[in-house]
């Protein structure tokens, strides 16, 4: 099966117009189930779902390795990026830093390589701007790997509009990853139409708000015990409840359109533009099979008007992480308006 092809920004590199985010296959999200999560990978590759997204932090370190298991026999199919520079407190993973220096750079490369079991990364992301070293630094570092082979295309996640300009003014930039759902659309003040100025593919992650926008969580109860959510504002008692209840506006319109709550979610992403490529993430084969269901989804001018009423971003309870200031403020020029993972 062939899904329609999106360009990622002015660079050459071509994906599948929705990618398959990793993430969850290794933790945030409650236990792993390794066997079906490689079978959730060949499944998408099967269905024509060839961009697959990692990173170094996610596990951490043991997500690429899953990745690169599930995609040995299969390389030539696939389109593979990796992030890196959010370092984890060995002692304590849930403390967290930043680190993008040269010298870094080059050391993350090579150890995602290796747990990759590849020898060329298809799109190499800067997972976060550190605020000690200079973005042109960075880049600079991240251009050296494209002329060595080793990186094809690279991608900047969560930057703000200044650093996306100086990236690009050392190396072409081919995506931008950022948070971008209904319920989270603060790149929609600037972020977006600079990226578009500068040539820059768009890659929303979490366009399914982390799962709450299809509509099957009910209370905070439906977590396991060691899903990050439970710690997330817009997951918490009088804001879960608040913001059920935008979300059971969503399911009326799908239910009217013949499709899922999530599905709608997903299609009003596609609908965003044709250098826009979602990355909904799931460990699940079921799950999988809905969300690239979405793509036949149709939203019409009045579809996404609607939406978009029953929706306003001014009726979203609670912030997207307990503490913005690590998420939105890792660069000088960064405001409240850019987001954060």
Known sequence: MTLPARALGRTGLTVSAQGLGCMGMSEFYGPGDEAESIATVHRALDLGVTFLDTADVYG?????????????????????????????????????????????????????????????????????????????????????????????????????????????????????????????????????????????????????????????????????????????????????????????????????KGCTAGQLALAWVHAQGDDVVPIPGTKRRTYLEENVAALDVTLEPADLARIEAAFPMRDVAGDRYPDMRFVAGTTPEATSRATGR
């Open 60 to 256: 951490p370190f043991v997500n690429e390795e899953l990745v690169g298991r599930a995609v040995r026999d299969r390389r030539d199919d696939v389109v593979l990026a990796t992030k890196f520079g959010i370092v984890r407190d060995p002692d304590d993973p849930r403390r967290r830093g930043l680190r993008a220096d040269a010298a870094y750079v080059h050391e993350s490369c090579e150890a995602s390589l290796r747990r990759l079991g590849v020898e060329h990364i298809d799109l190499y992301y800067l997972h976060r701007a550190d605020p000690a070293t200079p973005i042109e630094e960075t880049v600079g570092a991240m251009a050296e790997l494209v002329a060595a082979g080793k990186v094809g295309h690279l991608g900047l996640s969560e930057a703000a509009p200044e650093t996306l300009r100086r990236a690009v003014a050392v190396h072409p930039i081919a995506a931008l990853q950022s948070e971008w759902s209904l319920w989270s659309r603060d790149l929609e003040v600037d972020v977006v139409a600079t990226a578009r100025d500068l040539g820059i593919g768009i890659v929303p992650y979490s366009p399914l708000g982390r799962g709450f926008l299809t509509g099957q969580l009910t209370s905070p109860d439906d977590f396991a015990a060691d899903d990050f959510r439970r710690f997330q504002p817009r997951f918490q008692g009088e804001n879960f409840a608040r913001n059920l209840e935008l979300v059971d506006r969503v399911k009326d319109i799908a239910s009217e």
